[in-house]
């Protein structure tokens, strides 16, 4: 018998899992359609997919190996990034369709330079000289500043638009050069490093989306405008002998809210969507095998992860195969399958098959300690903080795992924190991250739905609700 215990089953983030077990987080990445090959040396540059998904685990895993793919990878954070920022630039009318396109080209180039100085600090070209003197007069390549803060000081400066001197190099018998507006100053680094040449590639990852959520001036066409501006610069770039590549990774819920005459042509052609399917043998599906690479680790051989599951855990509980009783407890998602094996492994005796009710406690300690958590987090920026956090107090007081959408709005008006929230734009959001179901009428049987299992499932107002298992668990209905 494998002794659960022993397993690592990693953090809740990936990133912090790579930094505190490198070595292990590199063997147990699992990346079963070769999306990281792409994200290298392919065209795509959207990672996409809902929260827990996985799209950390893959920036983590491309910056621990960036040698064996001959890279350089830097990753850009917008978790300090405030929307409001943009509403600073003084003459923000005059930028054009997407006012937001130009001012990302330059911000990324600019951090472009960055990188490219960071790592290889002894280019001899002078156009790229003169560009990496005058960005660093200006303060915006200081090392301990992140992109946000970067982002920020440019607009402060008014840089994007007048750019008195900003270029000027005093030198003797120098030209001095006024760049005007966000697009010449783009325009002017990407001359100064599209004849570079080094061996290494450049890979800069774009990520932290999910908290510009949480800006009460959040506005898509700032997200819109970011794709369109990497797109732009990844077609420029791919004919160039300096080779970069910028990869954004981005819920699938918030890509849903840009809109842009070419935003889908975009994501059709560039972008990669993670999902994690259980066929009717759960063990063949991506999620189990992601699991049984964490048990290999222990084991040392290759594990058939259904003989280790009967070998750990009874054949059925409550009349019904144990795999599947399990399954209902969660979303189909890495974070979800890993946090719940850790719970196991608490309970785990070793040497001794686990009990239906340390299965049971196991279960119970899953939903209270990551599951109402987990879906707090996903509501959170889409719905005022004070609802989304009594948000489970409403649905434990509905008393019923099974409601409808006038049921749930009426016990909504009870609250304050509700006014002026939509109820039917809550439980549309709970549906499509897949934290409630549906029941859909049939002439001989109805059935139930939740969108995890089948994507293409939406949420109808009319139909019957239920709630998902690992929140009935949480709120004891």
Known sequence: MIDLKKVYFGCSDANTEAERNPEVFKKVFFDPHNHLEELVNGYRFLLVGRKGNGKSAYSAKLKLCAEEYDSYVHQCSL????????????????????????????????????????N???????????????????????????????????VEMDTTLSVNNFFQHQRKHSH???????????????????????????KMIIDGLDDLLANSEFRPEIVTGLIRAVDEINQ?????????KIIVLIRSDILDLCRDSNISKIVRDSAIHLSWEVSSNPFDSDLFCLVNRRITQVAATNIDVSEFWKEIFPDTINGKASIEYVLENIIYRPRDILQLF??????F????????EKIQDALASFSL????????????????????????????????????????????????????????????????AGYIGQHRPRERMDYTVFSFRNTREKFQEEHECILHRGLTRALTI
């Open 79 to 118: 978790n300090n990034f405030n929307n409001l920022t943009f509403s600073k630039i003084q003459t923000y009318s005059d930028l054009g369709g997407n006012p937001y396109i130009s001012f990302w080209k330059c911000i990324l180039l600019i951090e472009c330079v960055n990188m490219i100085n960071k």
């Open 176 to 202: 001095s050069e006024t760049l005007q507006g966000s697009e010449q100053i783009y325009q002017s680094i990407r001359n100064s490093i599209e004849t570079l040449f080094f061996h290494n590639k450049f």
């Open 369 to 432: 300690r990551y599951f109402v958590d987990a879906m707090r987090d996903e509501l959170t920026g889409f719905f005022p903080d004070k609802a989304v956090t009594i948000l489970p107090d409403v649905l434990s007081k509905m008393g019923t795992r099974y409601f409808y959408l006038t049921e749930f709005e009426s016990e909504c008006n009870k609250h304050k924190e509700f006014e002026n929230v939509s109820s039917r734009d809550i439980l549309e959001k709970l549906f499509s």
């Open 236 to 244: 420029k770039f791919r004919t160039t002998t300096f080779s970069l």
């Open 349 to 356: 005796s070793s040497g001794k098959k686990l009990s239906e």
């Open 342 to 347: 850790a719970e196991f492994q608490n309970v």
């Open 120 to 154: 290889e600090p002894n280019v001899q070209d002078r156009n790229f000289v003169n560009i990496l003197s005058a960005l660093s007069h200006s303060g915006l390549l200081s090392k301990d500043s992140d992109i946000s803060l970067m982002i920020t000081k440019l």
